[in-house]
């Protein structure tokens, strides 16, 4: 069995408010993409780590890690990941998408994500939703969703390889947010693994600084 993961650092980091986008900021000494890199590659199966930023950091990037191989990003979400794809080798069996701004992400949790996906095809990392969710129109309550049923979806997201280039293949509306609704349009039924360990990503400062305060328990 061989798997890649493909880590997703392309973007831009304007919500966070910082000149340096957030994944490339010093996180307790490191920066926030290797945190993520590093627990994929010490989990010992995934073989390459490829990771997605912008073009402008690659031949730097290059020179100071050399055990990952890093790719260009692309304008959008899907065209990071897709060119990332570009780079998984032929034989590789399973493909794993991972967000850099998720840096805390547990081996545990990613190898719980694989079990899954090698039973299902395609498997994703969730959270149970804990807060009462309402859709709004025109400023107004418009209905309570049952919270019972409604997951925090996060990654890693985990997939057949053939499967995850199939759909990466088609045409991808502007709205996909993440690759399991590739899979889902598909038809192909994407299983859930609940994480046991913190796995939030980091959008504002304030969660920068959350992962800080875990990382030096």
């Known amino acids: 069995m061989k798997a890649t993961a493909i880590i997703v650092a392309g973007g831009s980091g304007k919500r966070f408010g910082s000149k340096t986008p957030k994944q490339f900021l010093s996180l307790c000494g490191k920066p926030v993409f ?10 010992k199966v995934f073989k390459r780590i490829i990771i997605v930023v912008p073009e402008n ?6 020179k100071k890690y050399k055990d990952y191989f890093f790719v260009s990003g692309g304008k959008e979400r899907f065209d ?3 060119n990332g794809l570009a780079c998984v080798e032929k034989d590789t069996n399973y493909v794993a998408v991972h967000d850099a701004a ?3 992400i547990n081996k545990a949790d990613i190898l719980a994500v694989l079990k899954k996906a090698k039973k299902t095809k395609a498997a994703i990392a969730v959270e149970k939703t804990k807060d009462t969710i309402k859709t709004v129109k025109s400023g107004f309550v418009d209905k309570t969703l049952d919270r019972s049923v409604l997951y925090n979806v996060q990654t890693p997201q985990i997939f057949q390889a053939a499967l995850l280039k ?3 293949s088609k045409k991808i509306a502007p709205n996909t947010t993440d690759d399991s609704m590739l899979v889902e349009k598909s038809g192909v039924k994407v299983a859930v693994v609940q994480t046991k360990f913190p796995n939030f990503k980091i959008t504002a400062k304030h969660d920068f600084e959350a992962a800080e305060k875990i990382l030096t328990r």
């Open 34 to 43: 290797l945190w993520s890199a590093e627990t994929f590659a010490s989990s």
């Open 57 to 62: 950091k690659i031949t730097a990037l290059k």
């Open 80 to 82: 990071s990941v897709r």
């Open 102 to 104: 998720r840096p805390l």
């Open 166 to 168: 199939k759909v990466y």
